[in-house]
């Protein structure tokens, strides 16, 4: 979903037209502010790098600028907007991302001075998250959060009334067609709310026929391997790409391990700055996280910044108040860390050293519930099966103490 100063919002249609299905351009643009360090502003464009690529744009640069605040108008201060326009200029960008969400009248001011398409981060994730939505639910749960995010930034947005200003004598048509237009938007929000309502309803009627079955859900970072492991396990064939959020609808399958039977969901995957709307339009699709009984956390160990990204889920999990469950944490990617951080002429001892150091540190940050394997190679896939098992048989015992779940 992305804003232009030359085409009209069409207020009822479909809003996930994204940022383009020609291949686009685009430069990046943070600001490291006082609770940010450059490195870590760094990793965060790098993530937008893959959101951008994810959404089907290359990446020609960035742009970062050091502020106590991000500027109230234009975001970034007026020489840093200036040096800005000249790169895009030079370069041939047809976009700007910026890393922080904009206010309706900040896309407008700097569209005005760059002159091309102006995105920020969550419109970028809602753009990606509209192209991946397959279901009716997801669709519907995007498009809500679209006229969320939309509803607070009309006013900047309009652009085509320009002319209309207020005080006396002043006040034309343009101020009653945006109030009009919020309307259209808060009565749309209302349908897909009550639609979602009744999703819902579905989906917990479904779930109820589903049995006396211990639910396992596969939770983490987007990108970090879940639904990869979901096919390991449950045997089938979920979707699975080097891409962020290939998943967004919830898929469950029931698994048999050593004849003991348990659900086993896929979530979609979570990542910093989520935009609230999504959050919130997708509650119905994370209560299938609220309903389990375990709780699978995957990390990409081959990751920089594997510990922001558990920060980040079990923040997430906090906000659905799903964190007392029982949680196995899966640390994926093994072969990936190995391949990032081992020298080739490193000795076979030392390399056994550094995972049985790495291996002792998790556990005791993170307990004994825990797996260092590869999904891509299968290693250590027995050892998940195992302690999986058993977790679940525990569960069963605790809630349902006399009924055998044997197949």
Wanted: net charge neutral.
């Amino acid at each position: 979903m992305a804003f232009s100063n030359n085409s009209d919002w069409k207020l009822g249609e479909d809003l996930s037209s994204g940022i383009g299905d020609e291949d686009e351009k685009a430069i990046l643009a943070a600001v490291i502010h006082s609770d940010l360090t450059e490195p870590e502003v760094e990793e965060h464009l790098d993530e937008l790098e893959f959101l951008a690529l994810t959404a089907g744009a290359t990446t020609l640069d960035r742009v970062t600028q050091k502020r106590n605040n991000p500027h109230p108008r234009q975001y970034l201060g007026g020489g840093k907007l200036k040096e800005l326009k000249k790169m895009v200029e030079k370069k041939g960008a047809t976009m700007v991302i910026f890393d922080d969400d904009l206010s309706g009248s900040q896309i407008n001011n700097i569209e005005k001075e760059l002159k091309v398409k102006i995105v920020d981060r969550s419109s970028l994730i809602l753009d990606i998250f509209a192209r991946r939505a397959q279901t009716a639910q997801a669709k519907t749960q995007v498009e809500l959060a679209q006229l969320q995010y939309l509803l607070p930034r009309l006013r900047g947005m309009w652009t085509h009334l320009e002319r209309q200003r207020g005080g006396i004598g002043m006040r034309g048509p343009g101020e009653k067609e945006i109030e009009t237009d919020r309307r259209i938007i808060r009565t749309k929000i209302s349908q897909l709310q009550e639609k979602l309502d009744k999703i819902e309803l579905q989906n917990k009627t479904r779930r109820k026929q589903r049995g006396q079955l211990i639910r396992v859900s596969l939770v983490g970072y987007t990108n970090v391997g879940k639904s990869t492991i979901m096919n390991l396990l449950s045997k089938s064939d979920v979707f699975a790409e080097d891409k962020l959020f290939a998943t967004l609808d919830t898929t469950v399958r029931k698994v048999v391990l050593d004849r003991t039977p348990f659900l086993l969901s896929d979530t979609v995957g979570f990542i910093r700055k989520l935009p609230h709307h999504l959050i919130d339009s997708f509650k119905t699709t994370l209560d299938e996280v609220n309903e389990s009984d375990i709780l699978v956390h995957v990390v990409d160990i081959a990751h920089p910044q594997y510990e922001d990204h558990i920060e980040t889920v079990n923040k997430t999990l906090l906000d659905l108040g799903s964190m007392d469950r029982p949680t196995l944490m899966v640390f994926n990617k093994m072969d990936l860390f190995r391949k990032r951080n081992f020298d080739q002429l490193l000795e076979e001892e030392t390399k056994t050293e550094i995972e049985e150091g790495l291996r002792q540190s998790l556990e005791k940050k993170y307990g004994q519930n825990c797996v260092m394997m590869s999904a891509q190679t299968k290693e250590n896939l027995p050892k998940l099966r195992s302690i999986l098992l058993d977790m679940v048989t525990s569960q069963y015992r605790q809630k349902y103490p006399y009924q055998a779940k044997k197949w």
